[in-house]
């Protein structure tokens, strides 16, 4: 499933922001919900992801403390809420349809997966 991400904005370091990815829960079940970035001239990466049975999560070291990934089964959304944002982190978000390997605890995209839409994530110094 292709997911569209949402939310982005400008923001001074030490804001915040909330993204929003649009997903169908009962199409993902079974799968995880993964938060990438891209930075300009550098490749995309994983940030978080959340594994959408019994929520386990994963997050990169430089977003530990700061980020928080969730689900909602209701609105059929996860969000990514991210704290005390620095010039760092600035990138276009995307979200996408992930496996959760127990084994490495992180996250991979599934095979023939393709990129949604993503958000722009500025954050001024």
């Known amino acids: 499933a292709q997911l569209v991400a949402s939310g982005g904005g400008l923001v001074q370091a030490g804001g915040s922001l909330r993204l929003t990815c649009g997903i169908s829960y009962g199409l993902l079940r079974g799968y995880a919900v993964g938060w990438f970035r891209q930075a300009p001239g550098k490749d995309r990466v994983l940030v978080s992801c959340?594994?959408?049975?019994?929520?386990?999560?994963y997050y990169t070291d430089s977003v530990k403390g700061r980020f928080t990934i969730s689900l909602d089964n209701d609105k059929d959304a996860a969000y990514l809420q991210m704290d005390s944002l620095t010039p760092v982190d600035t990138a276009v978000y995307y979200c996408a349809q992930t496996f959760f390997h127990r084994e490495t605890w992180t996250c991979g995209t599934i095979p023939g997966h393709s990129w949604g839409q993503g958000t722009q994530v500025t954050v001024s110094s």
């Open positions: 959340i594994d959408t049975l019994d929520r386990s999560t």
